[in-house]
């Protein structure tokens, strides 16, 4: 992407969604069919993009078919919401390479810029938080860790509101600008708690005054319609989005593992 169209320009939902599409290739190791994709702006250049159209979607037992890409868009939108813009620029296309997909604006990534990580004991950046204690693949002792951060607080609270079962540390990026994004939701907003992610720093600590007040503040938003976030899901899951929103207000404390469903999601990457 140029300098001269950033993430934040208003221009990019409809170039996400009406632009010609050019695939540069397949990402390896996505689940579903994931394209690296470009998008030429006349007097921009090139607008990088990942696009999934929903035929490259892999069937899932415990979600419903064909929905990955609309979740990810609910996603982009909840975010939006709160206000705290975690989700890159995401739209719908209707027409592309593939067909019908979501299409987001792709994140330059930083590799000074990890969130997550895995270390030997003791080997964490100063203030990360220990989250696991395990072995690896030649049987040595490993920790799972993370930064401590006000960025990725959010994004903590963000999932258990999206109720995301699939929170990897490659799903959270970090950029040149120092921003960190949040990527990868078409696993989400389950009727069934489906917590599942790398981010458990936090787990039981009071959320803040000014976390409370943005959630609160979402409360109203949704509403009892929102139609930016309710058109991608169903009627029961717009509900238990909800139910889930006044839940973690009302107890005021991020939550902590159930022991009901494997708290963390394998690979950790």
């Not at 208003?10 to 994931?34: C, H, Q, Y």
């Not at 949040?182 to 039981?204: C, M, N, P, Q």
Request: glycine share 10%.
């Amino acid at each position: 992407m140029s300098t001269s169209l950033t993430l934040d320009d208003a221009r990019l939902p409809a170039l996400l969604s009406d632009g010609d599409l050019e695939v540069e290739g397949r990402i390896a190791g996505a689940s579903n069919s994931t394209l690296r994709c470009r998008i030429d702006v006349p007097g921009h250049g090139d607008l990088l993009c990942v696009y999934k159209p929903v035929a490259g979607e892999r069937p899932l037992w415990d979600f419903p078919e064909w929905t990955l890409g609309h979740r990810e868009l609910a996603a982009f939108a909840l975010s939006e919401a709160l206000g705290w813009h975690l989700v890159p620029p995401t739209a719908w296309r209707e027409e592309g390479p593939g067909g019908p997909g979501m299409c987001q604006a792709w994140i330059e990534v930083d590799p000074q810029a990890e969130q997550v990580d895995v270390v030997r004991p003791g080997a964490a950046p100063p203030g990360w938080l220990r989250i696991l204690d395990a072995t690896d693949g030649l049987g040595e002792p490993v920790e799972l860790v993370h930064a401590d951060s006000a960025a990725l607080r959010r994004i903590a609270l963000f999932d258990v509101i999206a109720n995301n079962a699939d929170r990897k540390g490659g799903h959270i990026l970090g950029d040149g600008a120092g921003r960190i994004w949040a990527i990868d939701h078409g696993v989400t907003f389950s009727t069934e708690s489906k917590l599942r992610t790398v981010v458990w720093g936090w787990a039981g600590e009071s959320i803040s005054d000014g976390e409370l007040d943005d959630l609160t503040a979402l409360r109203g938003v949704l509403g009892e319609s929102y139609d930016p976030v309710d058109r991608w899901l169903s009627e029961d899951e717009r509900e238990t989005l909800r139910s889930r929103v006044s839940r973690l207000i009302a107890r005021g404390r991020f939550p902590q593992p159930s022991g009901r469903w494997p708290a963390i999601p394998w690979p950790v990457f």
